[in-house]
């Protein structure tokens, strides 16, 4: 889905915090349903779905040096000596922050947690902070850093047996994320997709991620396993292209590995995008590196460095993350009988949001239909 339904001069009818009606202000402002209706004026303005981001970290570790040496501490270390309030307490300052930037939606990994009771100390900020105020899709990324005593049949063993079992019977995330290309995640792509069969036998949702550009054999994996997505930079295999676009596997480029290579990246995506694979962008926000999570920035670098149209770029930041996450049947597009996530922006056309380098024009963001950021001026109709 690269195009966009434009209606000019349009209007929503929100009923419960669901979208009952869009279409021309004309028409919807006239149905019985809207005669009682409070109005927002939003003259002058794009309204849009709210921004959807496929990969976050929402809790996160502040750098930490250790008596007075150079190094720091890992986040893993960080996080360990966290207390679950601390933890609490900035996963809510960066929940806020994704919201004041227009994000709604955000699929929260776990990759700074690499023992499973941290992992839970995560994944129970996610359901602490649930709706307050962004939906969250929690993501249990299992990470295992290197130069453990354990070897990599007694790691896979110990993802089989305890932590994919622990994560599920406590209902703390409903996607797995399993890292590819071995040295990553320790496991080789066999153990990775016994593991995968052995998650999705469970009932989870199947993600797959690489730092560098996917092998065959990742895609392949992508492919056996019936994963929703795969968070890399874009690969140039034409053949598994429209094989990975059947089955709804979204890629998912993350900014730095999309961006900071921008002139290999264009020709992959665009090839992708012509044959059909849905593409996402997501900020992949990271405390500790150069990174944004402003996603109009994300617009305007998509435009402009990897040459989408502005069409497709809201699509990569909208509907398309929103599949990535399994949630489009509820968010990412503004139709009847979805939730009315939305954001509405000071820019008179759509076209500009990619123009403007570095700004942020969100005045007004909605979940449910409720106010999340901004206030705009309400009237009785």
Sequence with gaps: MSELDI???????????????????????????????????????????????????????????????????????????????????????????????????????????????NIAKVLRTHQALQMKPLRIRSVFAPQ??????????????????????????RKLATVVEFATGGEASRLDNTMVRMAAVSAAGMGYAIRLRSEQRPTPGDLQLALSSGAIAIVAPMDSLRAFAGPLAAIGCVRVIPASEGFDDSANAAGAIRQALDEGVAVALASSYRSRAASTLNMQHLLHLAVYRLGLTEEEAITATTWNPACSLRLSHVTGSLEPGKSADVVMLDVPDYRELARRAGHHDVSLVMRGGQAIVGSASLSED
């Excluded at 295992?144 to 019977?169: C, D, H, N, Y």
């Design 7 to 117: 209606v000019p001069r349009g209007a929503l009818l929100i009923r419960n915090g669901v979208i009952e009606d869009v279409g021309p202000a004309r028409r919807v402002e006239n149905l019985a349903g809207a005669r009682k209706a409070r109005v927002i004026d939003a003259t002058g303005k794009v309204v849009m779905p709210a921004f959807v981001d496929a990969d976050v970290a929402l809790v996160t570790a502040p750098s930490v040096r250790e008596n007075g040496e150079r190094e720091e501490r890992t986040e893993a270390a960080t996080l360990r000596l966290m207390s679950r309030k601390v933890a609490l307490a900035r996963a809510a300052e960066m929940s806020a922050e994704y919201a004041r930037y227009g994000s709604v939606t955000v699929g929260a990994h776990t990759r700074c947690a690499t023992d499973l009771k």
């Design 144 to 169: 295992f850093p290197p130069g453990g005593m354990r070897s990599p049949a007694q790691l896979l063993e110990v993802l089989l047996t305890k932590w994919l079992p622990s994560i599920k019977s």
